[in-house]
Every structure is written in C-alpha cells, then in structure tokens.
T-cell receptor, first 114, second 115 residues
Framework: AQSVTQLDSQVPVFEEAPVELRCNYS??????LFWYVQYPNQGLQLLLK??????LVESINGFEAEFNKSQTSFHLRKPSVHISDTAEYFC????????????FGKGTRLSVIA | DAGVIQSPRHEVTEMGQEVTLRCKPI?????LFWYRQTMMRGLELLIY????????DSGMPEDRFSAKMPNASFSTLKIQPSEPRDSAVYFC?????????????FGPGTRLTVL
C-alpha cells in the first residue's frame, strides 16, 4: 500500500517569486510518481511524472520535480510563478507493477498574488 | 481524440433519489477508474476495472454505490438511494498499457449535489 503526504494545504506566493510544493510518500514497493494540476472547476491534468532514469523531471510550463529516494520525496518547484499558475496541485503515486490506481495526497492550493 | 467523457457535468438531486453517472473512456484504453473528490477526504479511489472486469471495489463506501462496465467504451456509477454526504465531484479516468507507462487521463468530472 502507498500513502502520500503534502505538507502544505495552502501556499500563497507573489508573482515572479519562486515556489516549492512539498510531497513525501510511503510505499513498500517501487513506485511511479506524478504531479497533477487542477484549475478551478476543471478536471485533473498531468503536470509531470517520474518513471525511471533522471531523477529531475520537467514540465513544459517551467515546473520541475526531483525524485529523492532516500528521503522518499518528490517536491515540485518553479523558479518564477505567474498568476496563471494559481491552482490546486496534487502529488500522486502508484506501484510500478500492473495498471493500478493512483494514490493522491490531499493537495496544495497555490495562490499567486499580483 | 475527445478524451475521457463524463456526463452529466452537474447533477442536483434530492436525498433518496437514484443518481447515475456515466463515463466513456478513451478509445483503446483497457483500464477505467472512478475517483471521488471531497473537501474532507481529498481524492480517493472508488473502484477500477481492467478489461471491463472490476478489480478492486474496496473504496466503494456502501452498498448504495454500484458500478458497471458492460463494454470497453462505457461505465456507470450508480448511487441508490443518494444522501447529502454523497455530494462530491466524481472523476472517471482511463489508461492503457504501453509507452505512456499507464498514464491516467481524467475526465472533467461530475459535480453531484444531494439536497
């Protein structure tokens, strides 16, 4: 079984400032890791994922996350946020064996202030 | 590709009524997942299917909830009778084996309000 902890439920940040959204996971098996973004009144969109290989993964809109196996973390970062980044961000994991469901964290609401 | 399609997008009903939520997965996907999102519990799995067969329904909260997948292109989630605590956003997601490493694609969700 897996579990995901997102330590911050809300993160306010000024526009063009850097941000880090924290995610820690627990699992007895090897996992794939994901960050999903949910804009207001919309569904979930995959932001980025770690499957294997380089521990640093990047999205097309400037976000990056680094898989740290020893610390069981997958923190999400962006060096300079925009107003349009205001959304809820979910960290998720799933076992690598088979086509299994995602286990989500409770989410972090990122609010970018002008 | 139209993506995962869910209907209705919004449903308002009265306590005790039957509610049916519908999902059409992406063509060619062989796994389908139903998730529920609430403020208190966040996103949680209700049930998932592989090749139209229910694999794990341990997340279905009560016998009032049932889900079916009669074919590869359609699934329903039914609540009978509905209760106010069932109010939530219900998401359907689908995935397939292959190069995308089973990435799950989510529908827009159905926002259910039970009065």
């Amino acid at each position: 079984a897996q579990s995901v902890t997102q330590l911050d439920s809300q993160v306010p940040v000024f526009e063009e400032a850097p941000v880090e959204l924290r995610c820690n996971y627990s699992s007895s098996v090897s996992v794939y890791l994901f960050w999903y973004v949910q804009y207001p009144n919309q569904g979930l969109q995959l932001l980025l994922k770690y499957l294997s290989g380089s521990t640093l993964v990047e999205s097309i809109n400037g976000f990056e996350a680094e898989f740290n196996k020893s610390q069981t973390s997958f923190h999400l970062r962006k060096p300079s946020v925009h107003i349009s980044d205001t959304a809820e961000y979910f960290c998720a994991v799933r076992g690598i064996s088979g086509n299994t469901p995602l286990v989500f964290g409770k989410g972090t609401r990122l609010s970018v202030i002008a | 590709d139209a993506g995962v399609i869910q209907s209705p997008r919004h449903e308002v009903t009265e306590m005790g009524q039957e509610v049916t939520l519908r999902c059409k997965p992406i063509s060619g996907h062989n796994s389908l997942f139903w998730y529920r999102q609430t403020m208190m519990r966040g996103l949680e799995l209700l049930i998932y299917f592989n090749n139209n067969v229910p694999i794990d329904d341990s997340g279905m909260p009560e016998d009032r909830f049932s889900a079916k997948m009669p074919n590869a292109s359609f699934s329903t989630l039914k609540i009978q009778p509905s209760e106010p605590r069932d109010s939530a956003v219900y998401f359907c997601a689908s995935s397939s084996r292959g190069l995308l490493q089973n990435e799950q694609f989510f529908g827009p969700g159905t926002r259910l309000t039970v009065l």
